[in-house]
T-cell receptor
Framework: DQQVKQNSPSLSVQEGRISILNCDYT??????FLWYKKYPAEGPTFLISISSIKDKNEDGRFTVFLNKSAKHLSLHIVPSQPGDSAVYFC????????????FGKGTKLTVNP | DAMVIQNPRYQVTQFGKPVTLSCSQT?????MYWYQQKSSQAPKLLFH???????NEADTPDNFQSRRPNTSFCFLDIRSPGLGDAAMYLCATSRDSRGTDTQYFGPGTRLTVL
């Protein structure tokens, strides 16, 4: 039973536009959320995170929004660049609980020049 | 420059033939993790070591074992691989075992079982 869901397997966006990747979770005990980016033939790399005490965290072109009541988070990339083309994994943690990362299945983002 | 190294990158084994996957790290991190990722699925934690302390996930099959002889190296042993064990195996490290600690992943070993 998936606790972290990324319902869009893929997303295609034009260069310069906004990319919005979505993630839903079911476990209300999750209180820390992360996004990892994965290029082909490489391991996932940490991108950005957010604690449940916040509803927004921004790092350059990347912003993560958290809606706790909806159990939903999203990653915004503005402006999107071709180098952003990768698989993006959402992950959640029960901080102080199991402490293990629970991943979604990932969304493949393609940014077209 | 590589921080988490996995060897080999591709491994082919026969049904039932034991196989060992290797992971090494140059980060001197306390924690090393093994994840299994099947095609189009989420990475799933198999187990992790905090230093020498082994922590198995409840649903990890007994067929999967791990060894950590020193800080730098960790091995994943699959005693009798089945066709369902074909997957990408990802090794990761972190300084501490808190979920908020950043995990650093290796490139993975893709295991094929014939």
């Amino acid at each position: 039973d998936q606790q972290v869901k990324q319902n869009s397997p893929s997303l295609s966006v034009q260069e310069g536009r906004i990319s919005i990747l979505n993630c839903d979770y079911t476990n209300s005990m999750f209180d820390y959320f992360l996004w990892y980016k994965k290029y082909p033939a490489e391991g996932p790399t940490f991108l950005i995170s957010i604690s449940s005490i916040k509803d927004k965290n921004e790092d350059g072109r990347f912003t993560v929004f958290l809606n706790k009541s909806a159990k939903h988070l999203s990653l915004h990339i503005v402006p999107s660049q071709p180098g952003d083309s990768a698989v993006y994994f959402c992950a959640a943690v029960e901080d102080g609980g199991s402490e293990k990362l629970v991943f979604g299945k990932g969304t493949k983002l393609t940014v077209n020049p | 420059d590589a921080m988490v190294i996995q060897n080999p990158r591709y491994q082919v084994t026969q049904f039932g033939k034991p196989v060992t996957l290797s992971c090494s790290q140059t980060l001197n991190h306390n924690v090393m993790y093994w994840y299994q990722q099947k095609s189009s699925q989420a990475p799933k934690l198999l187990f992790h070591y905090y230093d020498k302390d082994f922590n198995n996930e409840a649903d990890t099959p007994d067929n999967f074992q791990s060894r950590r002889p020193n800080t730098s190296f960790c091995f994943l042993d699959i005693r009798s691989p089945g066709l369902g064990d074909a997957a990408m195996y990802l090794c990761a490290t972190s300084r501490d075992s808190r979920g908020t600690d950043t995990q650093y992943f290796g490139p993975g070993t893709r295991l094929t079982v014939l």
